[in-house]
């Protein structure tokens, strides 16, 4: 379809919904795989009707970080861009020609404008510029939630490339839980130098909980040296707060 092979990764469950939309967004890429962990409404069916390349497959115990590289292992060795989504988010039409314009074979990764939430009237909320759009070799993800990429190849990783007319839009179900991730939360290490953007992350989660629980993440907080590197991972999380 063009000059470098972009397949597009995702995990899911139970997110028949918004399979057909999803698939319509991601038809530019020339292969789609999924990871199913357990779906019970015919998710992997329909994906699969659609196209997809589809794994059934459980993760125990459950992490997000486990779900997403296990989803990259599916990526065929000679993909050149890995494009990692998730079912309720959209891209815009054009976007893998802009991708292409973007990337350079020496990249490591790609930054795109991301809409997280948009206002009852339809117009933007929350935008920042997210970078899960990556080279196939040297990465994996981090963290049982709010996960991130991790340069783990040798040397350092290439440049990021800014890709001005990728745009993807996040039209999430208000009607899921996202009770799993406090414990996930919980269980998430505070060592000093740890990321900033976990402990934001934990503070987000505990505001539809107990301001006691805030207190608490901040007492822990307050015993690490936090870091601050101007990483994407950092901005973006303080973007979104």
Known sequence: MGTYKVCVYAICKNEEK???RWMDSMGEA????VLDTGSEDGTAERLRARGAQVTVEQILPWRFDAAR???LELVPEDVDLCVCTDLDEVFRPGWREALEQAWRPD????????TWSFQPDGSEGVVFWSDKIHARRGYRWVHPVHEVLQWVGEGAPGPTAAAEGVQLDHH???EKSRGQYLPLLDHTDLPAKFSLRIILCVDTVYL???FLRIIESRNQADQCTLTTS???DDSDRLAFL
């Open 230 to 232: 101007g990483s994407s």
């Open 69 to 71: 590289n296990r989803s």
């Open 18 to 20: 918004f399979a057909d």
């Open 172 to 174: 999430p179900d208000p």
């Open 107 to 114: 990249c490591g990764r790609v930054s795109y404008r991301y």
């Open 208 to 210: 539809y909980g107990s």
């Open 30 to 33: 020339d292969l789609v795989v």
